[in-house]
Structure formats: C-alpha cells, structure tokens
C-alpha cells in the first residue's frame, strides 16, 4: 500500500516537478524562483510581518541573491526551516541558499558537506540576566539555571563554558525564541543565552527592558553566514560574491539611493567594474553586467540593511561593533572586485 | 468457477494463471511480492543516488563521539563529555520514566473520573463529563504546552522564597514548589537502614502471607477473617518499631535554598512535572471513558444476583462486577499506555529529555545524522509498542472467556 | 368499625380535596437537590467539593476574560488600557485572526476561496454523513475534491479537471468488466485512470494550458486552521480505502500479501506519529527522485495517510471479526468469489460495525495534525508558536491564543463526537 501512495504522490508531483539537474544555477533560472532557507521567526533577521511579507536582516541577503540571479529581489520561495530541518532541506536540494544565521564550523562545513560562503553577522554568546539578581559576571553563576535553545551551537558552548570554568549549571532546553523568553521572564531560569544579537532583540521586547543586563563575557565566536551544499562552486561564487558586493558597496559609499549616480559619474574603477559599466565581471561568474547593481538596489548596501534590520534605530537596537567596515575597526573586508 | 472433474494437467494455459483458483493466489502472491521489492528498489536506488550527490555516507560512528550538551535530569552517570549513545540511553530512560509516572497517574485520573461520572451526583456528574470532553476534544500537544505554561507562570521563582519577608514559603519546611521543579526530602541512609529496610520488605510479603492465609480459611471452614486493618497493622508495625530500636537510623535532608537554587533533597524537574501532568490528565479522560463502558457493560442482572445470593455490597463490587468490568477494561487500558508511551515524545516541547529530544533531536541536530537518528528512533518505539503488545496478547489470552 | 365510624359523623365528604402542592421538601428544586446533590453525607460533601471547584475557575478566569482588551495593537497597548489590573489581551486574535485561521502567506484577497471550499465541504460530507437525504447529492461529493483542490491551490483548472476524467474514465471502465471479473475490472479501470492521466499531463504542458485561471497558490504558504481542516480532511478520506485494503490483506490467506500488511500495519503503529514526521521532514527527501520536488505538505500527507491507514485498518479488522462466521459462509454457498463476498456481503456489514471506531480515528488523528508545527510547517498551533509569539508586538501572550486554539479544535471535535452518537444510535438495528 505504501507503494500505491507513493506513486499516486509522484503522478501528483510529476504535473509540477521541475528540471532536475546539477548546476543550481540553471535550476533557479529555470525555476524563476529562488528557494532560501531562513528561521521560522526570529525578530530582525527573518520573520513574516503583518502582511505576511518576510523581512529580515538574512532575508535580505535572500533578496539580493534573487536580484542578482532572476533580476526580481521578489522571485524568493522563503522556506521556513528548525534548527533540525534546515541541513536536510539544504542536503536534499529544497533550498538552493541557507540564510538562517547558522554558525560557520569546521565539521559543518566539511563532513555535512556544505560551504559556507562568508559571514553576513560577526555574533558571539552571551548571557541575559535580570539586575535584580546581582551578577556582573559570567562566571558568578555556579550553580545558576540556564535557558538556552536546543539544536544551537550555544547549547555546546555554553557545556564548554562551564566546563572550562569549573563551575555547575543545569541547562532548561527550550525550543524557540519565544519560549525561552517566556521561561526567563517568568523566573524558572535565572540566565538566559544565546547569540548576543539575539539577546538584545530579546530584551527589547520587554516590558521593561532597562530590569535586564548583559554579561560582559561573550563566550564564543559564531560568525553567521549563509551556505550552500558543497561541490557546486558556481553557486556558490555567485552567492559569494553576491554578500561581498553588499560589503563592498557600504565601503564605497555606493548606495541604493545614490547608486544611478555613482554608476553615471563614477571616477572610481572599482565602482565602474562593480556597476558592470567597465570590465565583464558578471560574465565570469555567468551573470549579465549589472548583476552586483541589483543585488545592491534590491534591499540597499550591507550598511542600509543593517541599519534598516537590526540597526540602532530599530527595536533591536545593535550596534555595529564587530560587524563595522575594516576602516572603521570592523571585520568586515570584502576582497577586490578585479 | 470450479468443475468436479479434475482438469487435464497437460493442458496448462497461461489463462489459468488469473482464472484457476488453484494458481491464482500463487500468481497475486508473486504480483505482491514483486511490487514490493519493485518499491523497495526504487527507494534504495533513489536513496544512495541522492546521497552520492549530497556526498553522503551512512555511518553511526557519531554515536561514539563526545555529545558535548548538557541534560538536565539524568538517572543515570552523565557529564558534556559522555558519548552521544550514553545521552541516548539517557533518553531511554527518560522516556520509560515519564510514560511509568504517566500511566500510574492516568489510571487514578482515569478511575477516579470514570466511576464519578456514574454517581447519582448530579454536580459531579455534570463536572466529569466537562473534564472528559474538554480533555479528549483538545489535541494533547495544545495541553502540554498550556499545562507548562501554568507551571512557569503561576508558581513562584526560586527567587520568591528570598528574602526578610519571602512572598512564598515551603510547604512544611520540607517542599518547595517552584516553577524549576518540586523540592522534596531525600531519605538519608545511616547504618543499620538495611535493617528497617529488611523489615519493610518482610512485612509486604506477611501482608500477602496474611490474606492468602484469609482466603484458605473462608473457603476451607466458611470463616470470614477480618482483612483490611490486620494488612494495615502488618504493614506499618514492624517496620516503625524496628526503626525506633535501631535508634532512626533513617534520616532527611532537606531542600534548602543556596545560590540561585534549592540544593539537597530530590528534585522534580518542572519539565518533567509538566509532561508528566499533561500526559496524565489527557489519558485520563480516555481512561474514564473505558471505565465507565467497562463497568455498564457488566449487566445489572449480575450484581441483582449476587445480592440475592446474600453478598454485601461491597463483596458484589470486588467478587461480581470488578472482574467481569476488568475484562472489558484493561484491553483499551493497555492501549492507552501504549499512548502515553508514544505521547511522551511530544516532551521536546517542554524541554525534557527524551529519547525524542535527545537523540533525535539535540543529537540529530548537533551532528546532522538525520537517517541515522531517526533509524534508531523508530527502532526504539518499535521495541517498546512490540513488547507492550505481547504482553496484552498474552493477558488477554489468559482472561479469554473459556468456552467449553 | 365501619359502622360506628358512620355513625359519629355529621358530615360526610361527597368530593375528593383538590390535591395540595407536595410539601416543599418534596417536590422542586428541593427534591431534585435533595435526591441529585444531596442525597447522603459523601454525596453532600462531594457536592460541594465541586460547587468549590467551580467557584475556583470561575474566579480564575471570568474577570479576567470579561475584562479583556479588545481593540489594541499591541500588548504594550493592552498594558496601557489594563492600567495594571488583570485582564486577557484578546486584541491579538482581531489583529492575527487571518492569519490564526489562514497562515500567513495565504493572500487576504483570497480568503474567500478556503472559504467558500470549507462551506462547500458540508455540503459535499452531507450525503455521506445523512443517509436520508437524496443519494443524488452524491454526485456534488465525488465532484467535491476536484473543485476544492481547485479552489484552494488555485492554478489553471486543467489539473483537476484531467484528474477528475481521469476517474470518470477509470469508474466506467471498471463499470464495464467488472460484471466479468473484480481483478480485471479494478486494474482496468486503474489503467485506464492512469492513461487519461499521462495523455492529459502531456496535453496540459505541450499547449500550455498552464494560463492560470485563478492565482497559484504554493502549497508552502497554506497555514493557520486551515492546514490543520486540511490535513485532517485529505489524510482520512485518502486513508479510508487503503485502510479497508489493509485489512482486507491482513485477513486474507495468502501468506505474503498477509505479511505484508501485518508488518506494515504493526510497524506504523507501533512507533509515535513525530518520528514518522521527522521522517517526512528529514528523511523522505532522500527517498525521491532527485528533483522530483515533492514538497513538505505532500510528504507530511503522505506520512499521515499511511499512520492513519494503519489505524483505520485496525478498526476494520475488529468489525471483520464481529462478522458472525455465517456470513462469510453464506456468501460462499451462494457461489460468490471473494471480491463479490467482500464486496456485496462482508464488507456493507463489517464497515457498518466499525463506523464508531473510524470516527474516533478520525477524531484522533485531526487532532494530531497539531504535530506538524514541530516540523516546521504553521498551521494554528505552529503561528501561535512561530510568527506570533515571536513578533515583538505580541511576545507574551500565551492564554489567549491557546484558548483560541484549543476552542477551534474542541468546536469541531466535540461536533464530530455527537455526531459519531447519533450515527451509533441511528444504525442500532439489532434487538436490545
């Protein structure tokens, strides 16, 4: 009987299934559409609004990977993925792009066989606490209990952590965001961890956000980024490149107010390779000229999306730090365009 | 269809493959048998062909690995550095754990609902028919995270008990509710405890030696020997006296609160108690049901004869109606079990760790050994449903109604 | 007596006194009180243990709810209106209700499409559900899941339409042969379904039909209540037959279609509903073709069906063993083959017998398409845990959603159950 389904299943899908094939490029062309994997909700970097349009700092990367391949920032199939699904999404070919601020690891990028193309979010662990509760320092919670999500990276650091230090804690796992708010506030665990943007963007929805502090200890390094499966390198220059032109754009200055301007009056031939109005960029990674102008026109350079995301302005309210231009004491350094 | 002379066995014709009843269920075997390995070719071959592109291999080395997460309520020896199979055994016993609590309480639910809404109460009555309907109406998965919802919001934080003037207090000095779990007293066993314990064993044994002693004498001489204050007596007698003469060599260690937690006694995880309220209190409504079916199946004309017969009522409840209601009972009780077994996996939403959080989910998620980890998931499940429903097969065997 | 009674007296009554009101303690609300609440001293003070009871939720929760804040935009504005004192936020279901009820993809210019498929589905259920009404509505309700995938995914009309030929081709076929022989006439007709079905593919993508008569809609951006009516829906019906074939197989003699039923059969119902989610999430991709494109939907349907089917199977096992044997004696001394057996004499009786149980099944199993929220799909539970509660508008508000939730799904499953009584009642023929 199970046979029956499935083929039944299959005679279904057959009306609707798509060209199978290796390159991802041709498929999403074909398509019309690209597939980006991104969390089921997490404020700032991927959530659907009111409208049920998803916004979002990885969504926008999303974004501008559509407008660089299809020329429709629009043409993005935003797949919902858990902690659990997003590997096999990506594995099985139900994504062609994972921006889910996933943790860039060695095992994940070489025994899952994926490649992560770059890092879009420097972010490192930390640690929520109530002011009430007088700790100033990651290391005074012996014996505290700690909320912190499961199927993360955290989950092992914050074991690590621990350890290292010698001190005890009893870990209460939960499954989302909004759970682990839920048990936090509500006092069954005295600390809550996780990403220090994810804290932040927590906090901020408090009632009273000023109760609640943030340890200084950052007890990891997780720098985010989106991945593609391994072995098709073409999409994953394309995807690669598509993340260093926004980088590249906010130290230029080449906006996506001021970018018609800059390609008309530019000087600067950087610019002018970039905007595909000198050299042929775009063809070497088999694209059309203007490639690197959509996906920067799309949701704005990497300054704009930060800004308009998860920026100060916003109710997230994160500040640059780590995640500034290497001119301005940042990490971020995107390589030529040559 | 079939003829009274034997057809000609030379004249074998390819018809008779689909018309002759005495080749025709070779012919559907063999059609099944060959879809089926048709299906399964066509999954494995899809299978290692997707794989090969992925890259991917099937290995279970992972579970040799260091698991590198921390659980939370561990019966057995368990630290960040303990292999992804010993989390897994945690689970397993994680799991057993809940689904034992859960179907000891579903039934006391499910009893105490069951014969309540049989009672000339009308109040009552009216109140366990809402409690089995709500409950059975609502999927269980909504129950669960609204039951650990109360549990976090409206019992006191650690925190409440601070202080000069704490706005929550034990409870007798010795429990503490707290929304990260109950608090009890942990038994301290001092030399000598084997002793009391010794005793204590002996005793329920004697309690059994006493009623087995009862009923050999009713049915030998016709004489009722009084039994319940007798086992009460046997029970608890010895064990107190000897407990006083080895000079109360038992002793408690209370919860106290230290740092940011209770330390000492036992404690009973918030999540553990949730799961294991939620499952309980679900079941129970389908457990009533069963009682209350059980017990009107038994006709009212049995309990009339065994008044007639001269038995008190409670004699007709325990020797007439019971056995007979059990036998309708227990079947669909088991099934329930098997319910809250399966139910109980439902756990990572509260965050406890079962066999479902930590293997196939925390585990699964950490190394992305999702085929692997499902396998043995299934694997497990399977074992337990398996050995669950021998067990009913073979009462049900035993109570089947004798026919002579 | 008698005598000297007569004559003591002056006055002898002709007419009977009107009859008096019982005494108070014995008639009204006092008897029923006194004989329904109060009729021994357990019976009292169980009275009022509950009567307690109900005085506790009810105090829990009425100023609570009655107090509750409607027309806010947040719940930092239901703080505001609240001013401190305690009351529900029941804002978020006027602000979120689409998207509660249709996930929050599905366009709101559509609505009207579920809508209208959902109506219709009582509609079509009716003949099925009612036996008296006229059996010519049957034919609304063999159209109904054409129209509905139709009105639901949208796309152009071909799909279902070609489908549904497809049936009709299959139906008459097997119309035709199977006065001649069941295995001939059911592979026939599947045949010919199948061929229709190919032609018609074909003819859809070679003249691109494809024009969208409605606006597409991806089976990603179905959600809320609906997914769950959805699943529940599909996954039964599709479950039905193959539950029926399932026991059928399990009872049969040939040893190896019986092992393959009871292995599959035990199988799925010995391991809990998640795990065979997770396989449709993390597993069944691997088992397609690769780029065959099934999507999530389509594989959690196909996983539920089969749990379901499992179950289904199970129920109809028992009524095909209530069967007296006679039955199945009977129908083989009148010369008739086995599908003629099952088909006219066995299975009408044994189907009846298990309808309760089927409803349950059914019950159940709608119940459980909640699970497919911790696999990331959102249906009502999924929103509520997913893009509500984590929307930095609505962060904290648990009850009012929950309630929500739980009382849509009590709505329909309390509905089902009376309904499941009534039925049981209806087709009690035997003597009691």
Redesign the interface.
């Known amino acids: 009987m199970k046979k029956s389904v499935i083929f039944g299943a299959l005679t279904v899908a057959g009306l609707t299934a798509g060209a199978a094939g290796a390159a991802t490029l041709d498929d999403v062309k074909a398509r019309g559409k690209l597939n980006c994997g991104v969390t089921t909700g997490l404020a700032g970097f991927a959530a659907p609004n009111a409208n049920g349009e998803w916004e979002g700092f990885d969504v926008a990367v999303c974004r501008a990977v559509a407008a660089a391949v299809l020329s429709d920032k629009n043409a993005v199939e935003f797949i919902p993925t858990t902690g659990k699904t997003r590997f096999t999404a990506l594995a099985s070919g139900e994504i062609d792009l994972l921006a889910r601020n996933t943790t860039w690891t060695f095992s994940r990028d070489t025994d899952l066989k994926f490649d992560f193309i770059g890092v879009n979010y420097y972010d490192g662990q930390g640690f929520m606490v109530p002011k009430a509760l007088g700790v100033s320092s990651a290391k005074d919670l012996d014996g505290a209990t700690v909320c912190v999500q499961t199927g993360t990276t955290t989950e092992l650091n914050l074991a690590d952590f621990f350890r290292a230090n010698n001190i005890s804690y009893e870990p209460v796992p939960i499954e989302t965001n909004a759970e682990g708010q839920q048990q936090y506030l509500a006092g069954a665990c005295d600390t809550y961890t996780t990403d220090a943007s994810g804290l932040a963007a927590t906090r901020a929805t408090f009632e009273t956000p000023g109760d609640h502090i943030l340890l200084p200890e950052i007890i990891s390094k997780e720098p985010l980024g989106p991945l593609v499966r391994h072995g098709d390198n073409d999409w994953g220059d394309i995807v690669r490149w598509t993340l260093n032109a926004l980088v590249a754009a906010e130290e230029l200055g080449i906006t996506s107010a001021n970018i018609e301007e800059m390609t008309a009056n530019t000087t600067n031939p950087e610019v002018a390779r970039m905007m595909g109005t000198e050299g042929d960029l775009g063809k070497m990674i088999g694209l059309d000229a203007e490639w690197s102008k959509r996906a920067i026109m799309a949701e704005g350079n990497y300054g704009e999306i930060f800004a308009k995301n998860i920026g100060e302005e916003t109710p997230i309210g994160l500040a640059r730090g780590l995640n500034a231009q290497w001119t301005d004491g940042g990490l971020l350094y995107a390589p030529p365009f040559r | 269809m079939t003829t009274l002379t034997d057809p000609d066995k030379e004249s074998f014709r390819l018809s008779m493959l689909l018309y002759d009843t005495r080749y025709r269920s070779i012919t559907m075997q063999v059609i099944a048998l060959g879809l089926l390995v048709a299906a399964f070719w066509f999954l494995g071959s899809n299978l290692a062909a997707n794989l090969r592109a992925a890259g991917l291999n099937i290995s279970y080395s992972f579970l040799g690995a260091p698991a590198g997460y921390d659980i939370n309520q561990t019966l057995i020896p368990y630290t960040s550095r303990s292999s992804n199979l010993q989390a897994a055994w945690v689970g397993i016993i994680n799991t057993l754990l809940v689904a034992f609590l859960a179907c000891i309480t579903a039934t006391i639910f499910g009893v105490i609902a069951g014969v309540l809404r049989l009672s000339n109460n009308w109040l009552v009555r009216k109140l366990m028919a809402v409690y089995v309907e709500i409950f059975r109406n609502i999927p269980v998965l909504i129950w669960i995270l609204i039951i650990y919802t109360i549990m976090t919001v409206s019992t006191p934080a650690p925190n409440a008990f601070r202080g000069e003037t704490p706005t929550s207090t034990m409870f007798l000095d010795a429990f503490a509710f707290t929304n990260r779990g109950v608090y009890i007293p942990a038994p301290v066993w001092g030399p000598g405890s084997m002793v009391v314990v010794a005793t204590f064993v002996l005793s329920i044994i004697g309690v059994f030696a006493y009623r087995r002693y009862a009923t050999k004498l009713l049915f030998d001489t016709g004489r009722l020997l009084p039994t319940f204050w007798p086992s009460v007596a046997i029970f608890f007698l010895p064990s107190i006296l000897v407990f006083f003469v080895m000079g109360s060599p038992i002793g408690l260690e209370y919860p106290a609160l230290k740092g940011f937690n209770f330390q000492g006694g036992i404690q009973i995880g918030a999540p553990l108690i949730a799961l294991w309220f939620a499952l309980s209190i679900y079941t129970g409504a389908f457990i009533a049901e069963n009682v209350r079916a059980g017990i009107q199946a038994v006709s009212r004309g049995q309990s009339e004869a065994a008044a007639a017969l001269g038995l008190r009522p409670g004699r007709i409840m325990n020797l007439v109606v019971l056995p007979q209601a059990l036998r309708v009972i227990i079947p669909p009780l088991i099934s329930q079990y098997l319910n809250i077994t399966k139910n109980s996996s439902l756990a990572i939403l509260v965050g406890y760790a079962d066999i479902t959080a930590t293997l196939g989910g925390i585990t699964l998620n950490q190394t992305g050994r999702a085929i692997e980890c499902v396998t043995l998931l299934m694997i497990f499940y399977l074992i337990i449903s398996l050995t669950i429903s021998f067990g009913m097969n073979i009462y049900n065997n035993s109570t089947k109604l004798k026919e002579r | 007596m008698s005598d000297t009674h007569a004559e003591s007296v002056a006055f002898v009554r002709e007419t009977a006194l009107p009859p008096t009101a019982p005494p108070m303690a014995a008639s009204g609300p006092v008897l ?1 009180a006194r ?3 109060f ?1 021994t001293w357990p ?1 009292a003070i ?2 009022i243990a ?2 307690y ?2 005085y506790l939720i009810l105090a829990a929760t009425l100023p609570w709810m009655l107090n509750g804040v409607w027309t806010a935009d947040s719940l ?1 504005g239901c ?1 505001e209106v609240l001013d401190g004192t305690s009351g529900a936020c029941f804002s978020v279901l006027t ?2 209700w689409n ?1 509660l009820l249709f ?4 366009p709101s210019e559509l609505y009207w499409r579920p809508t209208l498929a959902f109506v219709l589905l009582f509609v079509a259920a009716a003949p099925v559900l009612f036996f008296d009404l006229p059996r010519k509505l049957l034919i609304f309700t063999g159209l109904y899941p054409f129209l509905a995938y139709w009105l639901i995914w949208g796309g152009t009309i071909f ?1 279902p339409l070609v489908a549904l030929i497809g049936v009709i081709v299959g139906y008459a076929v097997y119309d035709r042969l199977v006065k001649r ?1 069941f ?2 006439g059911f592979f026939s007709g599947i045949a010919a379904a ?1 061929v229709v ?1 190919w032609i018609g ?1 074909a003819l ?1 993508e070679q003249f691109a039909f494809g024009a969208p008569m409605m606006e597409e809609i ?1 089976s ?1 951006n179905l959600g809320g209540f609906m997914l769950n009516m959805m699943l529940g829906v599909t996954c039964v019906s ?1 479950s039905l037959p ?1 539950g029926v ?2 026991a059928l ?1 399990r009872q049969s ?5 019986k092992m ?2 009871v292995v ?1 059969i ?2 799925i ?7 065979l989610l ?2 449709a ?3 069944l ?12 939907f ?1 594989r959690v ?2 996983m539920i ?2 749990f379901s ?1 499992a179950y289904i199977a199970e129920v109809i096992r028992g009524g095909l063993a209530a069967l007296p044997k006679g039955q199945y004696e009977a129908a083989d001394s009148l ?1 008739l ?1 086995y599908a003629q057996s099952m088909r006219l004499i066995i299975l009408p009786q044994a189907l009846k017998i298990s309808i309760p149980g089927i409803v349950n099944i059914a ?1 159940g199993l709608f ?2 398409t ?2 497919v ?4 799909l ?1 249906d009502i ?2 929103m509520i ?3 509500i ?4 508008d609505w ?2 508000v ?2 009012e959603l ?1 309630m929500f ?2 009382g849509m ?2 709505i329909v ?2 509905g089902i ?1 009376q309904y499941s009584q009534w039925l049981e009642r209806r087709l009690a023929t035997d003597h009691r």
């Open positions: 029923w004989t329904n609440l009729a019976n169980l009275s509950a009567a009871v109900i930092r703080r602000e979120r998207q996930g929050f993809n599905y799909i022989n295995a001939l199948a079905w593919g859809i991806a990603r599709l193959i074939a399932l197989g003699s040939l040893p190896v279609v393959i039923c599959f035990e199988f119902r010995g391991v809990p509903l998640i795990t997770f396989v999430n993390v597993m991709a691997y088992f397609f073709p690769p780029g065959s494109g099934v999507d999530l389509l349907v196909i069906t089969m089917a010369g083959d019950v119940k459980d909640t699970l929220s911790v696999i990331s959102f539970v999924g845990r997913g893009p509660l984590a929307s930095t962060a904290g648990y009850w929950f939730a739980g799904f009590f499953c309390y159950s």
